[in-house]
């Protein structure tokens, strides 16, 4: 199969065979993570510019890794260390790096669209590594893999994801995501946090979480991001974690060998008990080791390695 | 000068006249209207067949931008526009830099607009001061010096104790307070309708219900305090509802809707286009069915633009950061004119909304077009289709909600007490 696509913005704009066309060559990918050197020249003077203009560990250093994998050179732009501290605006900034003639950006921003704007503007391929609450399509592509992995498949599968799904592009792309793939997705969390029409987005919602995670496969649990406790969205973090924390008695209702994830950062004792985090059903580092696999795939197929 | 417009279809909502009359112009005034006016021998002709003859349109909801945002717009380049969109009377907007709270930045602007507008200029003055929602601006003292009306526009009076002072106040001077109804505790960080568009997009949502709030608070001390209020760019379902009822009641309301709100769905934000980011945001399909009933119906006396121009740069840059605003006073009419071929409206009603309509709320002898009435009339080709092309305007903003579309029906002439203030064939001129 031929990939075609210069950007990718979300997985909004990906179909089946895309999805699993990316999730086969990251497998492919894997193997070279593996190996003493880490490298191969498949990229090699090829150029990828991050432009990060929100904080980011995991992204961050997955998509650097991998591009260096692939040989291709990285360069690195942050919000703190750009001229944006000088009122640069980022299409300034975008077009000047573009100047410089780099295959790819790979942009995290904190403005939904942001990655849409530059791609309607520029030359280069985008790649979107998270915008506002929209989209992290890489995040969900890695979810995918590492679900396929460790189940063998994703199709029919359960998949609930717990938390703040209003402000969350993870639980966006991963309800894009698993639904095209086959797998029903119930969404649950407080009410203040679940957005209106969700369910256009393939998601089912249950407001109830101990019901939600019957019979679940999955169970992905989302971080609650405490700067938005002024929001009145939940009355204190104390309540969340009895409530919506995803902890050993809760985990029971899903089915026996269910998977935990987690995008992290992880607010340990908040979403997810320690004893789930670090307990035998987490798949959290796996997420964090495909997320390099699924990259080098992005990589590779944007900058035109799909091609016959 | 004087000038006669001959042969063309007169639509004169204040008169109830749909029909082939002619009209003479002299300087400043309307002369004569009638069959066959023979053209006396000084007369500049001006062949109008084929051609609507209006009155000069009023637009009671603009910005201006002057003084402070220049750059943006002026008043020179703000009634220019107007000129082209066939408006002669514009209510311009209080939230300039400085804001029009007092005496002297009213008499600033009527005195620019005297010297270098191409339309009647009426500024509305600040409710309260610097619009900040907390005490009364000289209301009276700037009535004297000319505004129509008072308004905090762009924002709404949140304190309910203040707005009632204001409507009580503002009705022993009969000057018109006009609302931006808006519950802003409701809004905050929002940036487009919430809803599913905003749910799939991941931005903030502005509910229906922060408007529907407002109407219903303002409403219930218009109920207290009488005197008279008119509705800024009403959006939602529940706001024409409420006002339908209001006016049932008795009540001395009046309310008015933008193009962009009647034509366009919130589906239009879907790619992130900041020329489609404007405060109230565009609704769902049901809000825009309310709207054209309730122009149907009469709930909505009016159509304004709320012409908000910002600078190219100042769009192009991440949905969530640009401001909120789009121009309008050059595609007003023809967008307007789409309601008559969907049969929303009759011919008349439509030009009424443009025209008598805002000339009743704001109490004002403009919008029609008979024997002494002032010589604002504007010509329209009502089969001309073009494309809208925001680099063509006169107006320094460009950010229009209509870009790329085709509309029927282009202005042809407008004069301004007699003056063709844009006549790009050259029929006068």
Known sequence: ?308 | MKVLIKGGRLLDPASNTDGERDVLVDGATIAAVGPNIEPPGDAKVVDASGLWVMPGLIDMHVHLREPGQEYKENIATGTLAAAAGGFTTVCCMANTDPVNDTPAVTEFILKKALKEGSARVLPVGAVSKGLEGKELAEMGEMQAAGTIAASDDGRSVMDVRLMRRALEYARGLDLLIISHPEDHNLTRHGVIHEGEVSTRLGLDGMPAQAEEIAVARELSLLELTRGRLHFAHVSTRGAVQAIKRAKDRGLAATAEVTPHHFTLTHEATAAYDPDFKMNPPLRPEEDIKALKEGLADGTIDAIATDHAPHAPWEKEVEFVYAPFGVVGLETALAVTMRLVDEGVLELLDAVKKLTSGPAKILGIDAGRLSEGAVADIVLFDPGKSWVVDPEAFLSKGKNSAFKGMTLKGAVALTLFEGNPVFDPEGLVS
């Not at chain 1, 249950?206 to 009355?235: T, Y």
């Not at chain 1, 992290?264 to 997320?291: C, K």
């Open chain 1, 1 to 308: 199969m031929e990939f075609k696509k210069r950007h990718l913005l979300g997985i909004e704009d990906l179909d089946r065979d895309n999805i699993s066309f990316i999730l086969e060559t990251a497998a492919s990918f894997k193997e070279v993570s593996q190996r003493l050197i880490k490298k191969v020249p498949t990229l090699r003077g090829r150029s990828v510019v991050l432009i990060f203009y929100e904080p980011s560990t995991r992204t961050r250093v997955s998509f650097e890794m991998a591009a260096k994998r692939l040989s291709a050179d990285t360069f690195s732009l942050s919000k703190a260390t750009s001229s944006v501290t000088k009122g640069e605006t980022l299409l300034d900034t975008a077009k000047n790096v573009e100047a410089m003639a780099p295959d790819l950006i790979v942009i995290r921003h904190p403005a939904a669209g942001a990655p849409h704007f530059l791609a309607q503007r520029l030359s280069c391929g985008v790649i979107n590594a998270g915008d506002g609450a929209h989209e992290h399509p890489s995040q969900a592509l890695l979810d995918m893999l590492t679900v396929k992995e460790h189940l063998g498949r994703i199709e029919g599968l359960k998949i609930v994801i717990l938390g703040d799904i209003s402000h969350s592009r993870v639980a966006r792309s991963n309800i894009l995501g698993f639904t095209r793939m086959g797998a029903r997705v119930v969404v649950s969390g407080p009410a203040t946090m679940i957005p209106p029409g969700i369910e256009n987005l393939g998601a089912q919602v249950d407001l109830n979480p101990d019901r939600a995670l019957e019979g679940a496969d999955v169970v992905m649990a989302l971080r609650i991001q405490k700067e938005r406790q002024d929001e009145s969205l939940f009355p204190t973090l104390r309540e969340y974690s009895i409530h919506y924390g995803v902890n050993l008695a809760r985990l029971k209702r899903a089915k026996e060998g269910a998977l935990v994830m987690h995008p992290g950062p992880i607010n340990r004792g908040v979403e997810l008990d320690p004893a789930v985090a670090d307990g035998p059903y987490s798949v959290i580092l796996d997420q964090v080791a495909n997320g390099v696999a699924v990259r080098m795939a992005l990589l590779f197929l944007l900058m035109g390695g799909g091609k016959a």
